[in-house]
């Protein structure tokens, strides 16, 4: 596949060494961030199910544990994307890594990895581990559903920055994967790129009082 849309995000991540991060404390982990290319851009995202043991209820990429079988972060994200939505590998080509990003709280390391996909694919969630899945287009990822740390939603006050697309709130370790995504498609003149946040150096939270 070789299409405008590919070109851009390879350009956007051609300059790109991602920072790998040792952890030893930490469990490895991998998730795929999904773009189809039509009608729009569109990224994919999971709502996970409220039985998982970690992250429950929150909006997330496909993803999940990095296995000693997984032969790397890529096989890992693709693997667990055809575990959770049922996206076929074959379908998704690689165009590029964020940098790892740890999540601090629940003791993870993520490798985020980007994938364009072929089309807008045929999903088949699994129930154990998401509830529903959203598409959401990129140009609907703007400044102005951005939400700085301490907002109010639904009567939930959100300690990072967020995006809230359809009263869907995006945030925690999603939100920074996402500001570092949509900086660097920004960069590659793809979308306008967020604006400033103090969020994260908030992070990590303060111990309880």
Do not use: C
């Amino acid at each position: 596949m070789s299409t405008e849309l590919e070109r851009t995000l390879r350009g956007a991540f051609a300059d790109h060494q991602p920072i790998t991060l040792d952890m030893p404390e930490a469990r490895a982990a991998a998730v795929l961030i999904p773009i189809y290319p039509a009608p729009e851009p569109t990224i994919i995202f999971t709502v996970r199910s409220e039985s998982l043991p970690s992250h429950k209820g929150q909006i997330s990429f496909p993803g999940g544990s990095i296995d000693p079988d997984d032969a790397s972060p890529e096989h890992a994200a693709l693997r667990e994307a055809e575990e959770e939505i049922g996206l076929d590998p074959s379908s998704v080509t690689l165009v590029g890594r964020l940098d790892d990003m740890p999540t601090f709280v629940s003791g993870y390391v993520v490798s985020p990895i980007v994938g364009l996909l072929d089309g807008r694919p045929e999903l088949t969630p699994n129930p154990a581990e998401v509830a529903h899945v959203l598409q959401v287009p990129l140009d609907d990822l703007v400044d102005d559903i951005r939400r700085e740390p301490g907002f109010s939603e639904l009567g939930r006050t959100y300690p990072t920055e967020a995006w809230v697309w359809n009263e869907h709130v995006i945030w925690g370790v999603t939100a920074r994967l996402l500001r570092d995504l949509l900086a660097r498609l920004g960069a590659a003149g793809l979308t306008k790129p967020p604006g400033e946040t103090t969020s994260w150096n908030q992070w990590p939270p303060p111990e309880p009082s």
